[in-house]
C-alpha cells in the first residue's frame, strides 16, 4: 500500500471542510444581515479609518440611511448630490 502525499492529504481536508459549509446562497443570506449591522454600528460610532495610499479618512455609511442606500443601488455615484437627492429608500 502506497502512502498518500501531503498534497493529497491537503485536498482531502479541503474537500472535507467544503462539503460540511452550507449553500453559498445561505451563506450570503446570513453574512448580508451582519454586513448592514457592522455598517450601522461604524457609522453610529463615528469610525474611521486611514487610506494607506492617499491618506484620506474613509468614514462608514449605514446602508439604512438615505445616503447608504443611494451607494449601494446601481449606477449611481455616492459622491453625486444629484444622484443622493434622487434616492428613494424606503425607511427601515
Known amino acids: 500500500m502506497r502512502s498518500r ?10 474537500e472535507r471542510v467544503g462539503n460540511a459549509l452550507p449553500d ?5 443570506a446570513l453574512r448580508a444581515p451582519g454586513i448592514v449591522l457592522l455598517c450601522g ?8 479609518v486611514t487610506h494607506l495610499t492617499t491618506g484620506k479618512l ?3 455609511v449605514s446602508l439604512l440611511s ?3 442606500c443611494t451607494a449601494s ?3 449611481s455615484s455616492p ?9 428613494r429608500c424606503s425607511s427601515p
Open 5 to 14: 502525499g501531503v498534497v493529497n492529504r491537503f485536498l482531502d481536508v479541503v
Open 24 to 28: 453559498p446562497t445561505t451563506l450570503f
Open 41 to 48: 454600528l461604524a457609522s453610529q460610532f463615528d469610525l474611521t
Open 58 to 60: 474613509i468614514k462608514p
Open 66 to 68: 438615505v445616503d447608504g
Open 73 to 75: 443601488s446601481p449606477g
Open 79 to 87: 459622491t453625486s448630490p444629484a444622484s443622493r437627492r434622487s434616492a
